[in-house]
């Protein structure tokens, strides 16, 4: 017989208390599971399955703020943007930790993981994607594989669980070049494959003018070994509240199964629970691919059939190169097709019609030209005048101070350098960089309209260009070609190591084939080099297949994405490839000067140029000297002016 006290008695004894906790412990954690829907035991699952208003800031506001917030009654948003890697941040992240992602999941908030790191070959931020099409595009692979590698790494030690999807930010750039559009969508390509291989989904953040548009294309015409993202977040500021992630610039079959993200309102300070932060507005509709109503990557193009084929009306490419013209002639029914084509395309850009654009005048056109012109109060016509053409080039800019040296905001520069054009002829060519031609356009303006001289655009300015008031057009000199530099630089000498060559020409294709795995792609998983068979196909092509291609592109967004977390580009780089005005033959006036001289008449960097091969005339020094100090004293008040008089006699002569 047992002793009461032995250890059978005392098991049987304790067996429904022993059942009671375990009950309790797997109802708790139960509990917890239904509380924090996008924590599990590995970790938390961003941003999970949600629909509605996000934001996303430079910096991860404090546990105390976003608690604030949460509780708010009047915060709508249930979704926050963080960086979490890139060698590109331009904020710190002291509050981002781990005990941060749990601490929020828990409270409710959806985090979408944000990487900004190396930018687009033909961009002007100091670091970019390698240009290089060798091996189709091997290097550029390997970046996007290691950038991926490193946010995987970033990823985990946040906890943030296998699953989630990772977010690259590739700011805008200026399309339109083979190699930097190539090279850029190979590098994305790299990024998705390496988080798959590591077992995260792969997400993209761009403009939806730019890097969405060429996005869209690739999977419409995808070539062999590219991957896709399986989510997109597209910038596309149009109002305050933009509750949809619709947008022409994604064709409706692609994207479509809860993989959209819409950054509709850029950076503006929203208030909630006594807390101000400066944020981006974004909506979101995601869904954690495999569940319900989700699937990985875009959904296969719809083939359609040969009747809509032989009906459907050709599309315009509205891409920027396209809009952006050195003059804006009086445009009718009877101009050329790239005309009709820019014109239609800023119409339905400020949101005067919804029609794509054709390149061929019909009722819709008049319609929305006519609704243009009693909106700003020109006269009402049928054809768009170079008054029309000037106000509508910055129509719905809000019209920041700009001044020499400005390349922010890019889409203000560029409307500028666009209504100049059509006011003035100043034969800009849209950088987005504010230099000296851009300056010299400015003053010549004011002086002409506004009885101003400063080059300097301020309130006032914008004014006069939103109501279509427009100045002398230039003395008639020898015509240039129409497809004349894209960048507006009358001499251009990039370097070789920062941007591609004067041979990344939009008409040749890279290679087909790579021959060998890029150098730096890593041993795990299936290599960048392994995923790339063909190269992808030129965005600018004129082929049928390339016109089926553009057919998926709309009008540019003026308002282009945000760089809240980017760090700043070099100050005189503009955002285009450099190696296309190289080589477009225009070469600086000839000057009279000294054996070695900066060229400065161009929106960008000043660039020293060796002296003609004939000998310079001779220059008096005192000549010289007195021209140098008449040069100094442009910018002195007149009792300056008087004294430098007074002490050198001789300037006046």
Same mark, same amino acid.
């Given at each position: 017989?047992?002793?009461?006290?032995?250890?059978?008695?005392?098991?049987?004894?304790?067996?429904?208390?022993?059942?009671?906790?375990?009950?309790?412990?797997?109802?708790?954690?139960?509990?917890?599971?239904?509380?924090?829907?996008?924590?599990?035991a590995a970790g938390v699952v961003a941003p999970g399955n949600f629909t509605g208003m996000g934001f996303d800031a430079c910096a991860a506001p404090s546990s105390t703020t976003m608690d604030k917030w949460m509780r708010a009654k009047e915060n709508p948003y249930r979704a926050v943007g963080v960086y979490i890697s890139g060698g590109?941040?331009? @904020?710190?992240?002291?509050?981002?930790?781990?005990?941060?992602?749990?601490?929020?999941?828990?409270?409710?908030?959806?985090?979408?993981?944000?990487?900004?790191?190396?930018?687009?070959?033909?961009?002007?931020?100091?670091?970019?994607?390698?240009?290089?099409?060798?091996?189709?595009?091997?290097?550029?692979?390997?970046?996007?594989?290691?950038?991926?590698?490193?946010?995987?790494?970033?990823?985990?030690?946040?906890?943030?669980?296998?699953?989630?999807?990772? %977010?690259?930010?590739?700011?805008?750039?200026?399309?339109?070049?083979?190699?930097?559009? &190539?090279?850029?969508?190979?590098?994305?390509?790299?990024?998705?494959?390496?988080?798959?291989?590591?077992?995260?989904?792969?997400?993209?953040?761009?403009?939806?003018?730019?890097?969405?548009?060429?996005?869209? +294309?690739?999977?419409?015409?995808?070539?062999?070994?590219?991957?896709?993202?399986? %989510?997109?977040?597209?910038?596309?500021?149009?109002?305050?509240?933009?509750?949809?992630?619709?947008?022409?610039?994604?064709? =409706?079959?692609?994207?479509?199964?809860?993989? +959209?993200?819409?950054?509709?309102?850029?950076?503006?300070?929203?208030?909630?629970?006594?807390?101000?932060?400066?944020?981006?507005?974004?909506?979101?509709?995601?869904?954690? /691919?495999?569940?319900?109503?989700?699937?990985? *990557?875009?959904?296969?193009?719809?083939?359609?059939?040969?009747?809509?084929?032989?009906?459907?009306?050709?599309?315009?490419? @509205?891409?920027?190169?396209?809009?952006?013209?050195?003059?804006?002639?009086?445009?009718?029914?009877?101009?050329?097709?790239?005309?009709?084509?820019?014109?239609? @395309?800023?119409?339905?850009?400020?949101?005067?019609?919804?029609?794509?654009?054709?390149?061929?005048?019909?009722?819709?056109?008049?319609?929305?030209?006519?609704?243009?012109? $009693?909106?700003?109060?020109?006269?009402?016509?049928?054809?768009?005048?170079? $008054?029309?053409?000037?106000?509508?080039?910055?129509?719905?800019?809000?019209?920041?101070?700009?001044?020499?040296?400005?390349?922010?905001?890019?889409?203000?520069?560029?409307?500028?350098?666009?209504?100049?054009?059509?006011?003035?002829?100043?034969?800009?060519? *849209?950088?987005?960089? %504010?230099?000296?031609?851009?300056?010299?356009?400015?003053?010549?303006?004011?002086?002409?309209?506004?009885?101003?001289?400063?080059?300097?655009?301020?309130?006032?300015?914008?004014?006069?260009?939103? &109501?279509?008031?427009?100045?002398?057009?230039?003395?008639?000199?020898?015509?240039?070609?129409?497809?004349?530099?894209?960048?507006?630089?009358?001499?251009?000498?990039?370097? &070789?190591?920062?941007?591609?060559?004067?041979?990344?020409?939009?008409?040749?294709?890279?290679?087909?084939?790579?021959?060998?795995?890029?150098?730096?792609?890593?041993?795990?998983?299936?290599?960048?080099?392994?995923?790339?068979?063909?190269?992808?196909?030129?965005?600018?092509?004129?082929?049928?297949?390339?016109?089926?291609?553009?057919?998926?592109?709309?009008?540019?967004?003026?308002?282009?994405?945000?760089?809240?977390?980017?760090?700043?580009?070099?100050?005189?780089?503009?955002?285009?490839?450099?190696?296309?005005?190289?080589?477009?033959?225009? =070469?600086?006036?000839?000057?009279?000067?000294?054996?070695?001289?900066?060229?400065?008449?161009?929106?960008?960097?000043?660039?020293?140029?060796?002296?003609?091969?004939?000998?310079?005339?001779?220059?008096?020094?005192?000549?010289? /000297?007195? +021209?140098?100090?008449?040069?100094?004293?442009?910018?002195?008040?007149?009792?300056?002016?008087?004294?430098?008089?007074? %002490?050198?006699?001789?300037?006046?002569?």
């Amino acid at each position: 017989m047992a002793s009461p006290t032995s250890p059978v008695r005392a098991l049987r004894a304790a067996r429904p208390a022993l059942v009671r906790s375990a009950l309790g412990a797997a109802v708790a954690a139960l509990v917890l599971s239904v509380a924090a829907p996008g924590a599990s035991a590995a970790g938390v699952v961003a941003p999970g399955n949600f629909t509605g208003m996000g934001f996303d800031a430079c910096a991860a506001p404090s546990s105390t703020t976003m608690d604030k917030w949460m509780r708010a009654k009047e915060n709508p948003y249930r979704a926050v943007g963080v960086y979490i890697s890139g060698g590109m941040r331009a @904020c710190d992240q002291p509050n981002l930790t781990a005990g941060w992602v749990s601490h929020q999941t828990k409270m409710g908030w959806h985090i979408m993981p944000l990487t900004v790191g190396r930018q687009a070959a033909c961009s002007g931020f100091s670091k970019r994607v390698s240009s290089s099409p060798t091996n189709t595009y091997a290097k550029a692979r390997s970046q996007g594989w290691t950038a991926a590698s490193n946010a995987v790494a970033r990823a985990k030690k946040l906890g943030l669980a296998k699953g989630s999807t990772l %977010f690259y930010d590739m700011e805008s750039w200026h399309t339109g070049y083979t190699r930097c559009d &190539a090279s850029t969508l190979w590098f994305l390509s790299a990024w998705t494959n390496s988080l798959h291989s590591a077992g995260y989904a792969g997400g993209v953040y761009s403009s939806a003018s730019t890097g969405i548009t060429l996005l869209n +294309r690739m999977a419409s015409n995808r070539p062999k070994g590219y991957h896709l993202p399986d %989510f997109i977040w597209y910038a596309q500021w149009v109002t305050k509240h933009q509750k949809t992630t619709d947008t022409p610039y994604i064709d =409706k079959n692609h994207w479509a199964n809860h993989q +959209r993200i819409h950054q509709f309102f850029g950076g503006h300070h929203a208030r909630n629970g006594g807390v101000t932060l400066n944020i981006d507005s974004n909506w979101l509709d995601v869904r954690r /691919l495999g569940s319900a109503g989700s699937t990985t *990557g875009p959904s296969p193009s719809a083939t359609p059939s040969p009747t809509a084929t032989a009906t459907a009306a050709p599309r315009f490419a @509205c891409t920027q190169s396209a809009i952006t013209r050195t003059a804006y002639p009086a445009t009718s029914a009877r101009s050329s097709r790239a005309l009709i084509g820019a014109l239609q @395309c800023l119409l339905r850009n400020r949101g005067f019609t919804s029609a794509n654009a054709t390149g061929a005048w019909n009722k819709a056109t008049t319609t929305a030209l006519q609704k243009f012109e $009693r909106s700003v109060g020109l006269p009402v016509g049928t054809t768009a005048t170079r $008054r029309v053409w000037t106000a509508l080039a910055v129509n719905g800019i809000k019209g920041p101070r700009l001044r020499n040296g400005d390349s922010k905001p890019a889409h203000a520069v560029i409307a500028l350098s666009r209504s100049l054009n059509a006011a003035i002829g100043a034969g800009l060519h *849209g950088t987005g960089y %504010f230099g000296d031609l851009t300056e010299a356009a400015v003053k010549r303006y004011k002086r002409q309209v506004l009885g101003a001289h400063r080059g300097i655009v301020g309130p006032g300015t914008w004014k006069a260009l939103k &109501a279509g008031r427009i100045g002398r057009l230039p003395a008639a000199r020898t015509a240039m070609p129409s497809s004349g530099p894209a960048r507006g630089s009358i001499v251009e000498r990039p370097s &070789a190591a920062a941007s591609p060559s004067a041979a990344a020409r939009p008409t040749a294709t890279p290679s087909a084939s790579p021959s060998a795995s890029p150098s730096a792609s890593p041993s795990a998983g299936t290599s960048p080099s392994a995923s790339a068979s063909a190269a992808v196909p030129s965005p600018a092509a004129s082929s049928p297949s390339a016109a089926s291609a553009d057919a998926a592109s709309a009008p540019p967004v003026e308002k282009g994405a945000s760089d809240r977390g980017l760090a700043k580009a070099h100050p005189g780089a503009a955002a285009g490839d450099p190696a296309r005005s190289s080589a477009s033959g225009i =070469k600086a006036p000839t000057r009279k000067a000294a054996p070695e001289r900066p060229v400065v008449l161009r929106d960008r960097v000043p660039v020293m140029h060796p002296a003609p091969a004939t000998a310079a005339p001779r220059v008096n020094p005192m000549a010289l /000297l007195t +021209r140098q100090l008449r040069q100094v004293l442009v910018n002195v008040d007149v009792e300056t002016d008087r004294a430098f008089r007074l %002490f050198i006699p001789w300037l006046g002569h």
